[in-house]
């Protein structure tokens, strides 16, 4: 019997690899320094929402090799495979394929965040507008 295939296959796939978290949540880990934030939506969407304090901006199309603790172009909080790294997106579709390619690097404690920057925000926690 084939594996179903699609969009919402491969995310059940990836999501089931590793466990995800909610806003608050990642709110507190940020908060106690636990846990990296990462944002990954567009330029367009950052300006049009606004951004979520002490979070760091990683194109996803750059997120691999800023992230990579062994990479020339990682970023300095890129210190080992065992930084926790929160990666959130516009909605928490992207952020999940994201976090599971950061565990194919080795950052085995990467996860993102359900429902992404609009859960963040709906949730009523903290965001810079522009």
Same mark, same amino acid.
Not at 20 to 36: F, K, N, Q, S, V
Not at 76 to 95: F, K, N
């Given at each position: 019997?084939?594996?179903?295939? *699609? /969009?919402?296959? =491969? =995310?059940?796939?990836?999501?089931?690899?590793?466990?995800? /978290?909610?806003?608050?949540? @990642? &709110?507190?880990?940020?908060? !106690?320094?636990?846990?990296?934030?990462?944002? /990954?939506? &567009? @330029?367009? =969407?950052?300006?049009?929402? +606004?951004?979520?304090?002490?979070?760091?901006?990683?194109?996803?199309?750059?997120?691999?090799?800023?992230?990579?603790?062994?990479?020339?172009?990682?970023?300095?909080?890129?210190? +080992?495979? %065992?930084?926790?790294?929160?990666? /959130?997106?516009?909605? +928490? &579709? !992207?952020?999940?394929?994201?976090?599971?390619?950061?565990?194919?690097? *080795?950052?085995?404690?990467?996860? %993102?965040?359900?429902? *992404?920057?609009? @859960?963040?925000? @709906?949730?009523?926690?903290?965001?810079?507008?522009?």
């Amino acid at each position: 019997m084939r594996e179903p295939t *699609g /969009i919402d296959a =491969l =995310l059940e796939r990836v999501r089931s690899g590793y466990p995800r /978290i909610g806003p608050h949540e @990642a &709110y507190d880990a940020a908060t !106690a320094g636990t846990a990296l934030l990462v944002d /990954i939506r &567009y @330029a367009a =969407l950052r300006e049009r929402d +606004g951004v979520l304090p002490g979070a760091v901006v990683i194109e996803r199309n750059e997120l691999e090799w800023r992230l990579d603790p062994r990479g020339s172009h990682r970023i300095p909080e890129a210190t +080992g495979h %065992d930084l926790r790294v929160v990666v /959130i997106c516009d909605e +928490g &579709y !992207a952020s999940s394929l994201a976090a599971e390619s950061l565990h194919r690097l *080795g950052l085995h404690r990467a996860t %993102d965040l359900i429902g *992404g920057f609009q @859960a963040w925000r @709906a949730a009523g926690l903290p965001v810079v507008t522009p």
